[in-house]
C-alpha cells in the first residue's frame, strides 16, 4: 500500500472514529493527568543533566557523526551506542512507565539539551531529534512546553498512533534541561 493510499484510509479512519473530533482533548488530559505526574522523575532529570554535561562541548559535526553511528548500529545490531541509552537507569524506569501503561505507551525516549537520545525504553531510529518538532516545538519554547505529533494509523496494529512531546525542567533548579517524546496509542485514551 503506498503512502498516499495510507493516508487516505488513515484519514478516513480518523473521521470517521468517535474520538477522532476530539484527540486533542483526551492528549491533553493524558499529558497532564498522566504523563506530567513523573515527566521529572529524579532518574531522567539526573540523567539528562550528566548527559548535558558531557555534551556541552560538542558541535554539530560531532552530532552528525554519532547520529551516522548510531543509525548504522541498529541497522547492524551492533548496538554499542544504541546500548548505552537502552541500558541505563532512566531506561529502565522509561520501560516501567511502558509497562505500567498496559498499551496506552507504546515508547518513551528522552533528550538532551542538544537533542540527542539519553535514555529511551527501545532503539529510536535515529540518535539525535534536535531538528525534529519533538525537540524544535519544545526544549527550545520552555517550561511547560508540549507538542503533539500528527495522527498516524498503524495498519498492523490497526490503531492510531501520536508522539506527544515535552520539555523537561530540572525541579532543582527551574532550568529547561531537555525533552521527553512518549508514543501513545488514541484508541487506548479514555
Not at 38 to 50: F, G, L, M, S
Not at 83 to 101: H, T
Request: no cysteine; hydrophobic share 45%; charged share 20%.
Amino acid at each position: 500500500m503506498t503512502n498516499l493510499i495510507r493516508g487516505v484510509v488513515a484519514g478516513i479512519f480518523l473521521a470517521t472514529s468517535a474520538w477522532a473530533a476530539q484527540p486533542t482533548q483526551q492528549m491533553d488530559s493524558y499529558l497532564n493527568g498522566d504523563i506530567r505526574t513523573w515527566a521529572n522523575d529524579a532518574a531522567i532529570v539526573a540523567a539528562i543533566n550528566a548527559q548535558n554535561l558531557r555534551t556541552a562541548g560538542i558541535d554539530q559535526a560531532e552530532i552528525d557523526k554519532q547520529d551516522t553511528v548510531w543509525r548504522a548500529d541498529v541497522i547492524a545490531r551492533a548496538m554499542s551506542l544504541v546500548d548505552s541509552v537502552v541500558e541505563n537507569p532512566a531506561a529502565d524506569f522509561l520501560r516501567s512507565k511502558v509497562a505500567q501503561s498496559g498499551g496506552t505507551i507504546t515508547e518513551i525516549f528522552i533528550m538532551d539539551a542538544k537533542g540527542l537520545n539519553v535514555a529511551a525504553s527501545a532503539p529510536t531510529s535515529d540518535y539525535w531529534q534536535g531538528d525534529e518538532a519533538k525537540f524544535t516545538e519544545t526544549f527550545p519554547r520552555g517550561e511547560g512546553a508540549y507538542y503533539y505529533s500528527q495522527l498516524e494509523y498503524d495498519e498492523s496494529a490497526s490503531a492510531v498512533h501520536t508522539q506527544i512531546s515535552l520539555a523537561i525542567t530540572d525541579p532543582a533548579t527551574g532550568k529547561v534541561i531537555g525533552a521527553m517524546t512518549v508514543g501513545v496509542d488514541l484508541s487506548r485514551l479514555p
